[in-house]
């Protein structure tokens, strides 16, 4: 099965700051990719997900960005951190675009901006 | 629309019993269903899936769900709770066919009373 790496594992940045959060796949190539946000330790949020190299799909109007240089990698981003961004981030990749693939989850990255 | 109910935010058992964490589902057409837990500040972990064939699909950790096409459900069962069952866990569906997304419930904790 597929391993997902996801770092930082936490973060504290200040309001305006620059964000830039890192997603790897390994076990699987060509894999779809997606960044997820859960506030308050409950629902989830899909943010973006991603289908192959250089191809976003943004699910939510946001102050995030996502990109994809690279076939295992997903980098979720911003050009100036809000209060209301503080979360936890879940990347997820799954083989392929069929829905009965299963989606595996990285560890997270907690962000707490001030 | 498509969604996915927990209609319970908490559900209590106590070690040894028998346990159940209720999902109903909404969807067009034949859906994928599956089951994640998440331990707190971790991401989430696949425990079963439910695709076609037999109704009661069994999973990781002695944990099972049945599959009901007439009521829409797909409850998570396990015959004896342990302590360490005691965590957040999600249900959720893929409409079926080539789809990129998941559709999450909004997840039910589980507490295990020793």
């Known amino acids: 099965s597929q391993t997902i790496h996801q770092w930082p594992a936490t973060l504290v940045q200040p309001v305006g700051s620059p964000l830039s959060l890192e997603c790897t796949v390994e076990?699987?190539?060509?894999?779809?990719l997606y960044w997820y946000r859960q506030a308050a330790g409950r629902g989830l949020q899909l943010l973006f997900y991603?289908?192959?190299?250089?191809?976003i799909s943004s699910e939510v109007p946001q102050n995030l960005s996502a990109s994809r240089p690279q076939d295992r990698q997903f980098i979720l981003s911003s050009k100036k951190l809000l209060l209301s961004d503080s979360g936890f981030y879940l990347c997820?990749?799954?083989?392929?675009?069929?829905?009965?693939?299963?989606?595996?989850f990285g560890p997270g990255t907690r962000l707490l901006v001030l | 629309a498509q969604s996915v109910a927990q209609p319970e935010d908490q559900v209590n058992v106590a070690e040894g019993n028998p346990l159940t964490v209720k999902c109903t589902y909404s969807v067009s057409g034949n859906p994928y269903l599956f089951w994640y837990v998440q331990y707190p500040n971790r991401g989430l972990q696949f425990l079963l899936k439910y695709i076609t064939g037999d109704n009661l699909v069994k999973g990781s950790y002695g944990f099972e769900a049945e599959f009901n096409k007439s009521q829409t459900s797909f409850h998570l069962k396990k015959p004896s709770a342990l302590v360490s069952d005691s965590a957040l866990y999600f249900c959720a569906v893929s409409p079926g066919g080539a789809t990129n997304k998941l559709i999450f419930g909004t997840g039910t904790l589980l507490a295990v009373q020793p």
């Open positions: 076990g699987t190539s060509n894999p779809n």
């Open positions: 991603s289908v192959g190299i250089g191809q």
């Open positions: 997820a990749g799954k083989r392929g675009a069929s829905g009965l693939e299963t989606q595996y």
